[in-house]
């Protein structure tokens, strides 16, 4: 029995197109199908030679106990663009407890994800009692998500079922400037010495996100305290700062997302940021 992944799936901000893959044992983004934007930026669909060891699938096989890995690559008209993001999906199927904040460290090779991909196969087969009827799970899929102002705006989303009560959703947004071609984090986007204040509204979304849950505001935050995340991207009211389950809330309540309108992020981002 396959574990059901029951995160949301992120929303698409303005232009975009959902990157589908082909099922084959890991599926990547790469050639058939052609999307294209306001901004001219395409994005294909299609899948590449990754596939679980034969010695492996023939183990798993005997018990019908092979994982469902699915490991989904991009191919957009930037080619700078796919580089930064396939590298990303790389050290995500490596090291599958990356968080956003961990640097991209050299270049992941083709045979290091190989091995990582055998060896997650291979917990299946170790891990789980020979009766057991879970299976192992693991999904990275990257998502374009829109054109806003001169940004590219995209997601990858990771889910690790391992066992247990439940698996592990993981979601990143990626932010490109098309002026700079380059991916740019939240530090690059604020004005100098405005994180205070850019912390101060973000804890002021989080207060009204608070009051959808409870009415009691100071009882949730001294049980879920609130912290910032650098996981952000935009849409077309404002910038959206992203949560991980645990990070403020408790697992049933998923990814809570914060959100400020651009009306409160002048002076605080940079204008090139801004809707004009």
């Not at 990157?19 to 306001?38: F, V």
């Not at 910038?239 to 002048?266: F, N, T, V």
Request: proline content about 6%.
């Amino acid at each position: 029995m396959n574990t059901q992944n029951n995160t949301q799936q992120p929303k698409p901000i303005f232009s975009y197109s959902w990157l589908a893959g082909i099922a084959l044992s890991l599926t990547a983004l790469s050639g058939a199908h052609a999307a294209s934007t306001a901004a001219g930026l395409t994005s294909n669909v299609g899948y590449n030679e990754y596939s679980i060891a034969e010695s492996i699938m023939e183990t798993c096989r005997e018990g019908n106990r092979c994982p469902d890995i699915n490991i989904k690559y991009i191919d957009t008209s930037a080619p700078w663009i796919n580089t930064v993001i396939n590298q990303r999906v790389d050290n995500m199927v490596v090291n599958n407890a990356l968080n956003q904040e961990d640097p991209i460290k050299g270049t992941i090779k083709k045979t290091q994800v190989q091995a990582a991909i055998d060896d997650f196969a291979k917990k299946q087969l170790t891990d789980m009692p020979k009766d057991s009827n879970l299976t192992y799970e693991l999904d990275i899929t990257p998502s374009y998500l829109g054109h806003i102002g001169i940004t590219e705006l995209f997601s990858i989303d990771n889910y690790a079922y391992l066992g247990g009560a439940h698996g592990m959703p993981y979601r990143e947004y990626l932010v490109f400037d098309t002026q700079t071609k380059r991916q740019v984090t939240l530090d690059d986007m604020l004005l100098p010495k405005q994180k205070p204040r850019f912390e101060a509204l973000a804890h002021d979304a989080y207060r009204k996100w608070v009051k959808t849950v409870t009415d009691d505001v100071a009882s949730y935050e001294s049980s879920w305290p609130f912290s910032l995340s650098n996981n952000v991207t935009f849409d077309t009211t404002g910038m959206r700062i992203l949560y991980q389950p645990y990070d403020i809330a408790p697992y049933a309540s998923g990814m809570p997302e914060l959100h400020i309108p651009y009306s409160q992020l002048k002076g605080v981002i940079k204008a090139k940021y801004l809707p004009k």
